[in-house]
């Protein structure tokens, strides 16, 4: 593949954007051509010949941006190979297994015939925002639990059926 590929999120407090730039990075490391971009601003997809699309886990849904996106370009995003990715969990679980994507991103990975999906543990941070998120720091249960060698490793995979 020769031409550009969309790395697109939902993100309330930026640890979605930090996995995605992390794959733009590895996808461009392997000679290809990425843009990233919030999903909230992503006009059209039809300049783009593969799409990752990628959104925060809140309460067992992808952020609102992330689903907004894949609902409106959809026609656009059956057209062009699309992997998801999610991340959320605050604890190690996400290292440890495999972790399947929520009900309604499944439903979006069968109707696009998604080529891949992974679930990523979160990040909350002290300086998180929103009143569930400071009660979820006050309770102990914030930390950092991305693991960017799994990241890179699955953003490689991309890489490697993109240039087949």
């Given at each position: 593949?020769?031409?550009?590929?969309?790395?697109?999120?939902?993100?309330?407090?930026?640890?979605?954007?930090?996995?995605?730039?992390?794959?733009?990075?590895?996808?461009?490391?392997?000679?290809?051509?990425?843009?990233?971009?919030?999903?909230?601003?992503?006009?059209?997809?039809?300049?783009?010949?593969?799409?990752?699309?990628?959104?925060?886990?809140?309460?067992?849904?992808?952020?609102?941006?992330?689903?907004?996106?894949?609902?409106?370009?959809?026609?656009?995003?059956a057209q062009r190979p699309?992997?998801?990715?999610?991340?959320?969990?605050?604890?190690?679980?996400?290292?440890?297994?495999?972790?399947?994507?929520?009900?309604?991103?499944?439903?979006?990975?069968?109707?696009?015939?998604?080529?891949?999906?992974?679930?990523?543990?979160?990040?909350?941070?002290?300086?998180?925002?929103?009143?569930?998120?400071r009660r979820i720091l006050?309770?102990?249960?914030?930390?950092?639990?991305?693991?960017?060698?799994?990241?890179?490793?699955?953003?490689?995979?991309?890489?490697?059926?993109?240039?087949?």
């Open positions: 593949m020769t031409g550009t590929v969309l790395v697109t999120y939902g993100t309330k407090n930026g640890s979605t954007a930090h996995i995605a730039e992390s794959i733009a990075g590895t996808l461009r490391e392997h000679g290809l051509t990425v843009e990233t971009m919030r999903a909230s601003s992503v006009p059209f997809v039809t300049r783009y010949d593969a799409v990752v699309v990628g959104g925060g886990l809140y309460a067992g849904r992808w952020h609102k941006d992330a689903r907004t996106f894949v609902r409106r370009h959809r026609h656009d995003l699309v992997w998801f990715f999610s991340s959320g969990p605050l604890d190690a679980s996400a290292s440890e297994r495999d972790i399947p994507p929520v009900r309604g991103v499944r439903r979006a990975m069968q109707e696009l015939h998604a080529r891949g999906h992974a679930t990523f543990g979160g990040c909350l941070d002290d300086d998180a925002d929103g009143w569930l998120a006050h309770s102990g249960s914030g930390g950092d639990f991305r693991d960017f060698e799994a990241v890179t490793a699955w953003a490689a995979a991309i890489a490697a059926e993109l240039k087949n």
